[in-house]
C-alpha cells in the first residue's frame, strides 16, 4: 500500500510508524 510512504513523506519517523501499526491503529485516527 501507499499508505506507509504517505507517513513517511508528511514527516513521521520511523519509529512514529512502527508505534501506529504495533498499538491499535483505530484508536490513533479517533
Known amino acids: 500500500t501507499t499508505f506507509i ?5 508528511s514527516g513521521f519517523s520511523q519509529a512514529d510508524v512502527d508505534v ?3 498499538e491499535n ?6
Open 5 to 9: 510512504p504517505q507517513l513517511r513523506q
Open 20 to 22: 501506529m501499526l504495533r
Open 25 to 30: 491503529p483505530s484508536q490513533f485516527f479517533q
